[in-house]
Every structure is written in C-alpha cells, then in structure tokens.
C-alpha cells in the first residue's frame, strides 16, 4: 500500500511529462489569443468613442468578439489540453476529480501568465492606450457583481460540460460553437453591470497590466463558486446515470 | 380493460418518477438562463441607453443574446428534457401527442417559476432598474401583435420539430443553431412591434416580477396557436409520410 | 418511341403528386418566413430610426436577420423541397437540369405567391406603415447594380451547389449556415447600393405591396444570370469530375 | 538518381494538370469574393457615414461580413484547392512542406489577381466612391501594426491547421466556422489600430485599385511571419505525435 506522498510525487510526474507540457503550451496560447482578442476588441470600441462604456455598440464588438474568441480557441485547444481556457472551468474539474490537482496548479499558472502576457502585448503595441479593466457598476454591489459573475460563469461551465460529455446525440459537435455563443450573451447581459468577465484570468491579467486589483475578488469568488456548482450539478444530478432510452422516451 | 381513472394514475406517476424530476430540473435551469440572458440584456442596454427602446443598437443587443442563449439551454436540454424551454413547444408537443398532459403540465410550472426567478435575481442584483416588460407599439392592435408573435413562434416551433425529426439527413447538427438563430431574426422583426417574445414564459415572468400583466393575453394566445399549427402541420402534412427517396430525386 | 406530347404530359403529372405538392407547400412556407423576417427587420429598423437608410446599424439588423432568417428556412425546406427558396436557384437548378421546368414554374409560383402574401400580411398588421422596397443609391447606374446583385448570386448559388454535393467531406453540415452567412455579407456590402436582394421574390413581394415596380428588373436579370452561371461553373468546371484523391493531396 | 532540375520540371508539370488548374480557378473564386464582400462591405459603411473610420457600427459591419464571408469562401474551396484563401496560409503551407513551391507560386498569383479585380470591379460599378485601403492609427508604429497583424494571423492560421487536422475529434466539422469567426474578432480588435486584413492580399488589392501603397509592407511582413510561426509550431510541436488517448485522459 503506497504512502500518500508517493501518490503525490507520482501524481506530480504525471504533471510534468511531454503530454502534459504540451497541455500547458495549448491553454497558454488559447487564454493568450482569448485574453488578447477580448481586452483588444474592448481597446478598439473605447479608441473610435472615448466614452464607449456608455455605448451599446461597444456591448456588441466586445460581446461578438468574445463569442467569436472562446469558440475559436476551444477549437484549437480542445483535444490537447481539454479546452479549459479559464481557470474557473479547471476549479470546477479539479473539485469534480476530472484533472488532478497538481495537473489544475499548471493549467492556472498557464493561464495566469498568458493573460498578463496577452495585456501587456496590447500595451505595448498600442502607444499612448491603457489597457481597459471589468469594474462594477455604481448602483450594483459587490455582492450582487459577484453573484450575476457566478450565475453567467454557471451557465458557461455547464455547457463545457455538455460539449465534453461523450453521451451526448448528434448535436455533439456544436458544444463548442455554444459555449462561445453563451459567453457572448453572457457579456450582451452583464457588461454594463459588472463587465461580463466569466474568466478570472481575462480579469487578472487586464488588473495586472492595469495595475488596478480593485474588485478584484468579485471576479474570482462569483466564478468560481458557480463554475463548482455547476460541475456538481452536472456530474451528480443530471446526467450521473443519463439512460439514453430517456431522451427517445421524451420530446419528438 | 383499464378504467380511464387508472390510465391516468398511471400516466400520473409516469410524471413523477426520478426521470421525469430530471427532466423538469432540466426545463427549469435552461428557461432561467434563457430568460437571465434575454431580459438581461434588455436592461443591459437600457442601461447604456435610456430611452433605449427607440435605438436599433438595443434590438441587435436583445436580438443576438436571444440567439445565443436559446441555441445554448437547447443543447444543454435537449437529452433530458428535449429541450422545449417554451410553453408554446410544450403545448404544440401536448397537442400532438409526443409528450403526456400531466408531463407538460409539470414542464409549464418549471418554465413559469425558472422565468419568475430569473427576472426576481436580475431584479433584486441590478438595484435600482426595472424589469422590462414585453410592450406593443401605439399603431398596432392587440389582435395584430397577437398575430405577429403567433407566426414568429410557428416559424421558431417549426425549426423545433425540423431539429428533433430523427429522419433529417446531414445538417442535423445544426438544428439547435438554426431555432436560436430564427428567434434572434424574430426579436430582430417583431421588436420595436411586440417585442419579439415567441415564448409565453418570458412574458410572464418580466410581467410578475415588473406587476404589470398588461397585453400579457397577446403573448399567450398568439404563440400557443401559432405553436399548435406548426406542430400539427409539421406531423400531417409535410412529414407525415416522409419518404427518404424525395429528397434525393429534387435537388441537386 | 414515345412522342414529345406525351413525356411533356408526363413531366407535368410529375410535377403535381403528392410529393411534389408537399415539395411547393414547402417552398412556400419557407420563402413566406424568409421575406416576412427580412422585410420585416427592415420595417423594424425604419420604425425605430425614420431616417434608417441612412444608418450603418440599420445594415446590421437587416443582414444578421437575412443570416439567421435564409439558415432557418433552407433546413426546415431541405429534405423536402430541396431548399430552394428563390426563384434565381430554381432558375439556375432548372437551366443544369437538376429539376424539371414545369416544377420549376411550380417553385416560381409558390415563391411568389409566399412573398407577396408575407409583405401583405406585414402591410396589414404593422398599421400605418409603408413596406420597403430595395432601391438603388443615385450615383449607382442600374447596370452597375444589376452586375452588384448579380455577383452576390453568384456565390449564393454557388455554395448552395456546395451544400448539396454530396461528395463534400466532413465540413458538408455547415452548409445552410455558410448560404445564409454568405447572404448576410452580401447584405453589408451592397446594402447602400441596391440594397443586397440576391433574391428576386423578395423584391417582387415587396414593391407588389408597395405598388411600385420601379428598377424591378434589377432584380431579377442581375440574380438569374448570376445564379445561372454559378451552377454552370460548378457542374461544368469546378466538380465535373471530382476526384476523392486531390482533396488529400493537397493541404495539410 | 534524378537530376534535381528533372525534379524541378516535374513539379512544375504537376502545378498544370488539370486538377492543378482547377485548384488555382478555385482560389480565384474564393479569394475574389472574400475581398469583394470585405472591402464592399468596408465602402457600405462609409457610404452610410461619411466619417465611418470613426465609429463603431462600422467595425461590427465588416467584422460580421469578414467572418461570414471567410467561413463561406473556405467551404467553397476547401475540397478543392485546400482552401487557403490568403497568402499567408499559403507561404506556411509552402514552408511546411504541404504545398510544393510551384504550386504556393500560382496560388499567389490567383489570389493577388482575384483581390484586384474585386477591388477594381468595386471600384467600377460603385461609382463615385474611393476604395478604402487599410491604414494604421496615427499614434501607432509600424513596427507595432505589424506585430498586431502577425498575431491575428497566427491564431487565424492556427485554426486553419486544427480545421485541416484529420485527427481531430467531433468537433471537427466547425473548423471552417471558426476560421471565419476569429477572423471576425481579429478585426473587431485590430479595426481602429491596423485595420485587421490578417490577408496580404486583401491589402494589395485595395491598395493597387487605390494607387496607394503605404505601409503595405506592414501587411505582408507581419503576417507572413505569424502564419509561418503558427505553422511550424502546429506540425513539429503541438501536433508532432498527437496520441489519441491523451484527449480521453484530460477533461471530462
């Protein structure tokens, strides 16, 4: 019977092989491109109206940019790092024992820098811009900011899990086209209020560059506590012993 | 011979096994989302925009979060619950015949508390703003807005059966694509008119919470019979006996 | 030896059994949702903003409502009608042989009648307001414009041959979603111009209701030349003989 | 042992068989096309707002047709010339060793041939009108706009790689949608800063019908590089001894 830290060092080892290196390498260039197109395309409304916080049009480039991102870079990443792309979605499989620890620690750190590194490319290249950060609404509370983050970062985890779930029917392969769609009316619905993040990374990194980590926690703890329950609920509740009779049995 | 109180026991319990729960837990996480997003994104951009109700920015702003969101709580529905998420589809499907009375009465209590909740946690998180409601311009009739939603739910139920028709051949997939894409295309038609609900549900839920059940008949009476005709229409005549030989010999 | 009296009568008993008629009830239903989303979202447009010909957001909400409108109604007419849905496909498809002329005229009749009948209704219960009819910006002759419609038919045409070849590999599901994503490019480009029809019912219907026929043939000489060529290239030229082999030999 | 000029003359009879042609006919189309819905779409907007370059509206227009169209030009041609579109993808191709040097050679020529004439046949029929070509914001360096363009290019290419990829999994079918969709949020972030072509032969073409070639360098620099980079990193990389039970050992 092993002792638990040989589990840990094997589990450790686990981490650090060519597969897993790679891993790594998939979900830094998807959260870089993410990061990179979403704060971009934020940068870009703000550049043609200085005032585009007031804008709707500004609601829909960053909404369309970030449905048109998250679809893309799932693509890419989707069969070598699993398309994780936010380190709310490898919470909610590190609670749910779908990636190991140690596994989830690099995939953060991957993230983390990617995004940091995606705002600091921005910067840099666009003189004389800064890099715009999610902030809160003056009538909202930190408390409700969190709660619409983790309602819509819900709904997101959920769909990842519908796309990843091999049980699913022919309409399978749209998975990852929807999950980019929901973030997308996830940002049309919470942009005004709380920004429409549903990634801690991409709120991170903008935070860092910006040097600004106020309300930082509200895009962390929303997210990831819906991310969890989300997961939980999927893996537990709703799909635990999925019969596929059930679903000839109901509907047309 | 069984007494008809029996059968209806028996279809009863058919209502409540652990199945059927999954089922209406399924219809109600993905009509709140649903109307999270939509009515969401409505207040969004009155928020950006007061008098928002008389810019064509805000239309594309309901109109795309319509669009995403019903394509995605379809897909995350669509093998549990077949993913009505509208008591109109509920209807239609009871009317035809594809899902029991007591099982769409069960769907339609699901519907109306997720779309009750949904707009009572905007409204109680977004202080300070009111749920909107569904509204018809001052030149149309109530008969007329009756009518407009009515056809836009046919076309949005039509798409519905197209999309679960097992005898689709291969563009199936996009089946749950193509209802969340004509629902944005009605939001886009019907809004500055009647608003563009094609769903009784979301109707009902911005009326409860904002207290206002004014012209609420318009969005019940339309889609349902729209609904039901789409549905009748789709199972006895223009599929009703669909051999796989027609569609090979017109077309290319 | 049968004389030519005599398959011409049978070519017309074809054209009207019950499939074929199931075939026409099609073509209406879809080309009716078609026009009515589209001539609606233009009405929609010009009610929230009176000047909307004059504003980009206008261009939006018609071409993203032609996009999600034209994707919608080929897959509920495809397996059934083959997803015509304009009269310069039928055109195209009747000149390649792909379908006989006198269903042709048939598909002509339907799609006509549906687009005239979806202004109408529009006309009847949006009280008080014109319906639009697509017009030519003044700088534009209309031989240019004819040729601008024309090039757009073209490569609509064009990938709806793609869509339903059935030697297409593993992409084939996009299909319906690329003709009416090309459709709503064509809108943004030639919107301004000559308003970006690519379908000639769609102006019969509403300058019918509008009751005005002014630079109509625009419409419909530009579109069937378009459409026409573009099923010849791709029988003829592009896919005369398409061989399995070159698609692997070429690419990744 | 061959001569290496026999070699020569052998791969340069292979770039004009029949298929060969074909291939090139196919780029022609498609990249004619892509440009003509791009940059019409570009001269739609300003057409509709004379100081379109200020605004945003303007930027969801062609950030909507570039990827609607790119989706639709891909899907066209993939089965054919492999569906590359751009000069950049071709150069990658050629680098990696996908294409042979004739053939990438004739490929650019078909593409750079198609861009002007769509441009030109732009400039004809939309009389009166300048064609607009791609510029770069005052407060940007060259040296920036051409990182920016190359990073586009580099998730575009990316996706094309993945799209092409046969070992990818279910989700394959979406490959050509999302090649269209982050072109779209390329635009949507680079707009304002470097125009966002992420395609040097959209910006030779406006340029040579414009008579301006300022910058042009920017767009072919940048993006060449950034394709050949996402190109050598996909193959030798990410991708060199892709084992299928790594995607089932990570993830849900």
């Known amino acids: 019977m092993a002792p ?3 589990i840990v060092t094997s589990r450790f080892h686990e981490s650090i ?12 260039i998807s959260t870089f491109f993410y990061v990179f197109l979403v704060v971009g395309s934020g940068m870009s409304s703000r550049k043609l109206m200085p005032d585009a916080s007031l804008n709707p049009t500004s ?9 048109f991102a998250l679809s893309c ?15 709310a979605v490898t919470f ?21 820098i990617a995004s940091v590194m995606a705002c600091l490319v921005l910067r840099v290249i666009v003189v004389g811009m800064h890099v715009p950060t999610y902030t809160i609404a003056e009538e909202m509370t930190g408390f409700g900011a969190s709660v619409l983050e983790g309602i819509l970062t819900f709904v997101l985890v959920f769909t ?16 990852i086209l929807l999950v980019g769609f929901v973030a997308g009316a996830g940002v049309l619905a919470a942009g005004p209020f709380s ?5 801690p990374a991409c709120a991170f990194g903008s935070a860092t560059i910006a040097g600004s980590f106020r309300n930082q926690a509200v895009y962390w703890v929303g997210p990831l506590i819906g991310a969890t329950i989300a997961g939980l609920l999927y893996d537990n509740v709703l799909f635990s012993s999925f019969p596929t009779e059930l679903s000839e049995g109901i509907g047309v």
Do not use: K
């Not at 609601?59 to 449905?67: E, G, M, P, Q, R």
């Not at 069969?79 to 936010?86: E, F, L, R």
């Not at 620890?101 to 953060?108: C, D, G, H, K, M």
């Not at 920004?195 to 990634?199: D, K, L, R």
């Open 4 to 6: 638990s830290s040989v």
């Open 195 to 199: 920004g429409g993040s549903m990634n």
């Open 17 to 28: 092989t060519r597969h897993a290196l790679r891993s790594y390498l998939s979900e830094f």
């Open 59 to 67: 609601l829909v480039v960053v909404a369309i940019a970030s449905a």
């Open 92 to 112: 909610a499989m590190a609670v749910g024992g779908h990636v190991s620890v140690p596994t989830a620690i690099f995939y953060w750190v991957a993230q983390l």
């Open 160 to 175: 990842v899990y519908a796309a990843r779930d091999p049980r699913r029917g022919p309409m399978s392969p749209n998975g």
């Open 73 to 87: 870079v799932l693509y890419i990443a989707w069969d070598i790092s699993g398309g994780h792309v936010n380190p």
